[in-house]
């Protein structure tokens, strides 16, 4: 059973930043594209970056809100993920779960969560104003 774990959540200042990390563990797995989203308490799940396999350029996307101040990549053996997130906000706050799709994606569907197969248990990010 293929499991995703993420580290590198925790408490810090508006303006610092913080990276987060996600591997697959348990086994192999072949995924087209793996994510993170956030949920704030009290609100809903909501996407932030992906990035998706290409056999020579990966594609990204992000949020609007993110946009500019996180970065996604990941592994070379395509089983992992990293968010580099600068400038953090308090509206930042949440726990971020990583994912992995089992199916290709394609433009809007590769922010929406029914795409998505595999997820982590998360990690929460908490920015102090």
């Known amino acids: 059973q293929v499991q995703l774990v993420e580290s590198g959540g925790g408490l810090v200042q508006a303006g610092d930043s913080l990276s987060l990390s996600c591997a697959a563990a348990?086994?192999?797995?072949?995924?087209?594209?793996m994510a993170w989203f956030r949920q704030a308490p009290g609100k809903e799940r909501e996407f932030v970056a992906a990035?998706?396999?290409?056999?020579?350029?990966?594609?990204?996307y992000y949020s609007d809100s993110v946009k500019g101040r996180f970065t996604v990549s990941g592994g070379n053996a395509k089983n992992s993920v990293y968010l580099r997130m600068n400038r953090l906000k308090p509206e930042d706050t949440g726990v971020y779960y990583c994912?992995?799709?089992?199916?290709?994606?394609?433009?809007?569907?590769?922010?929406?969560?029914?795409?998505?197969?595999?997820w982590g248990q998360g990690t929460q990010v908490t920015v102090s104003s």
């Open positions: 990035i998706k396999w290409g056999t020579q350029i990966n594609i990204t």
């Open positions: 994912t992995a799709s089992r199916d290709y994606c394609s433009g809007s569907t590769c922010w929406q969560q029914g795409t998505y197969f595999y």
């Open positions: 348990g086994g192999t797995f072949s995924n087209y594209v």
